[in-house]
Structures are given as C-alpha cells and as structure tokens.
C-alpha cells in the first residue's frame, strides 16, 4: 500500500471486479481520454482486473485510489517500469475531481519510482485537448517533454489524436 496525505493506494486483486465497474465505467467524460473500452458487465470488469492482476506481476503494479476518510473508490492508478523510466496513468471517478487526489496518486507513485536508485525519469501522456489531467501532472512536478502528433487513440474519436508527453526528473 502507498500513502499520501488524504489517500491510500491499494494493490487491486483478483476478487476486485466490482471496483473495476464503479471506475473503468461508461461515463463519457471519465472514459472520452483513455484507450481502453469502458466496462459496462461484471464479467468484462472480471476480466479487467485479471489483466492488470497479471500486469502487476510482470512489473506494471495497478492500485485503487482510495478516500483515507472514510475508504471511498476514488479512481486507479497505474505505474510500468521500462528501463530507467516508470511511465504512470491515473483515472478518477467524476464526482471527485478537482480535489487534488489524482495530483497526491501521482506524487505517491512518482516517491516510490524515485525510491528505486536506477530510476531517472517518471513519464506521463495525456490527450493534448485534456487541460485538467496535463495540470494534475504539472501540479506533481511534471514539464512538457514533447507534443506527439497523432499519437494516441483514445474514446473521444476513432482518429489517432495529438498526445502530450510530461516528465519527472529525479
């Protein structure tokens, strides 16, 4: 588990289905920016939460953002280490953003990056029209690296669409 200020991040499981419907549902505003198809049955969040369960075994560790409070699913958080480098995306639940808790998800996955000697960089991307995400990653101490034209697909259009790419440096 990783702590920050408000929020811990819990390593997901495999009994974590019915998390996985609350945050990689079909909200269109939560789900407009990322690559992956919303889920909308418990059978396809089953399935969800294996492939990352499995993805955290080879190196990609995926946590629940949780409300220390009063432990309420706030979103997820994903970290991959390639080489030197840990790339990292988050997703929040609409109802809590702009409270700070993907700027503290992110700060808490960039301290453990940073923890490990090897690590330079901590990596992130987003769509370049999504103003609030590219703030989030600012507020953690991230710069603009690089504009990716036709980079990423993402749910918002069936087109490749121009990404940004935002780095930490230890």
């Not at 990609?60 to 790339?87: H, K, N, T, Y």
């Not at 960039?110 to 029209?129: K, W």
């Not at 953690?140 to 790419?165: K, M, V, W, Y």
């Amino acid at each position: 588990m990783l702590t920050e200020r408000r929020i811990d991040l819990i390593p997901a499981t495999a009994d974590d289905g019915a998390c996985a419907l609350a945050v990689f549902c079909d909200d269109p505003l939560v789900t407009q920016y990322v690559g992956w198809r919303p889920v909308h049955t418990d059978d396809a969040a089953r399935r969800m939460v294996e492939h990352l369960v499995a993805g955290a075994e080879r190196g990609r560790p995926f946590w629940w953002i949780r409300r220390r409070e009063d432990d309420a699913l706030l979103g997820s958080i994903i970290a991959a280490w390639d080489g030197d480098e840990v790339e990292t995306s988050y997703v929040l639940r609409r109802e809590h953003w702009g409270n700070g808790y993907a700027t503290e998800a992110v700060q808490a996955v960039v301290a453990l990056a940073f923890a490990d000697p090897d690590i330079t960089r901590v990596r992130a991307f987003c769509d370049a029209e999504n103003a609030a995400s590219r703030c989030v990653l600012e507020k953690a101490g991230f710069r603009l690296d690089a504009h990716l034209p036709a980079h990423g697909q993402h749910n918002i259009s069936t087109e490749p669409r121009d990404c940004l790419r935002l780095m930490r440096e230890r």
